[in-house]
């Protein structure tokens, strides 16, 4: 995320669903607006187990699943609608 970190997290600390199994997709660490950083998994494409572009799969099912950028990079964005 960079530079606008410090606008975008109290607001994504406010709205984020506090529900667990937590999924964050396009996400190689657990960002500082989320408190309990137990049960969440991390999809990325520099973790080598997320490639928004290409067919992938969660490995269990999520009570919450964050995906804050991931339409800015997905060439058929409406498979997250």
Known sequence: MGKSNKYLNPIYKKLYP???PMCLLG????????ENKNNIDLYDL????????SDWKLK???KCIICTRC???CKEPLIFF
Do not use: G, M
Not at 27 to 34: A, S
Not at 46 to 53: E, G, H, Q, Y
């Open 27 to 34: 996400f190689q660490n657990i960002p500082n607006f989320i």
């Open 60 to 62: 269990r099912k999520y």
């Open 71 to 73: 339409l800015y990079f």
């Open 46 to 53: 520099n973790l080598n187990n997320f490639d928004i572009n």
């Open 18 to 20: 506090r529900k667990y």
